[in-house]
C-alpha cells in the first residue's frame, strides 16, 4: 500500500504561482506512475497531470498545459506540481495519485488510480 500527502496549497492572487508536493511512503515510488487531480466545489474531480514511473513522460489536461509542469523525484519519494498563472477557475481540492502503468486512454478515469491522498487546498482569488 501507498500512502500519499500532499502539501503546498494555499491562498494566491490570479497570475501568481505555487508549487504542490506529493510524498509518497513506500519503497516501491518509482513502481508507481502518478498523477495530480482537482476538485472544484460543486464540480467532478477532473484530470490535472501525470508523469511515468521514470519521469521522461508528462500528460497534461488541455487547460493546464503551458502553466503547469508535473515532475518527479524517485530519490525522494515526491512528486510535485508547479503551478503558474493561476486562474480564480484553479480553485480547488489538489489531490495526488499513483497507479501501476499509465494509459492514455484512461488517464482521466478516476477508477484507473489505485491509491490517493487527502488532498490539499488552492484557492485563487480574483
Known amino acids: 500500500q501507498v500512502q500519499l500527502v500532499e502539501s503546498g496549497g494555499g491562498l494566491v492572487q490570479a497570475g501568481g504561482s505555487l508549487r504542490l508536493s506529493c510524498a509518497a511512503s513506500g519503497r516501491t515510488f518509482s513502481s508507481y506512475a502518478m498523477g495530480w487531480f482537482r476538485q472544484a466545489p460543486g464540480k467532478e474531480r477532473e484530470f490535472v497531470a501525470a508523469i511515468s514511473k521514470s519521469g521522461d513522460s508528462n500528460y497534461y489536461a488541455d487547460s493546464m498545459k503551458g502553466r503547469f509542469t508535473i515532475s518527479r523525484d524517485n530519490a525522494k519519494n515526491t512528486v510535485s506540481l508547479q503551478m503558474s498563472s493561476l486562474k480564480p477557475e484553479d480553485t480547488g481540492v489538489y489531490y495526488c495519485?499513483?497507479?501501476?502503468?499509465?494509459?492514455?486512454?484512461?488517464?482521466?478515469?478516476?477508477?484507473?488510480?489505485?491509491?490517493w491522498g487527502q488532498g490539499t487546498q488552492v484557492t485563487v482569488s480574483s
Open positions: 495519485a499513483v497507479r501501476a502503468i499509465i494509459n492514455s486512454a484512461t488517464m482521466a478515469s478516476l477508477g484507473k488510480w489505485k491509491y
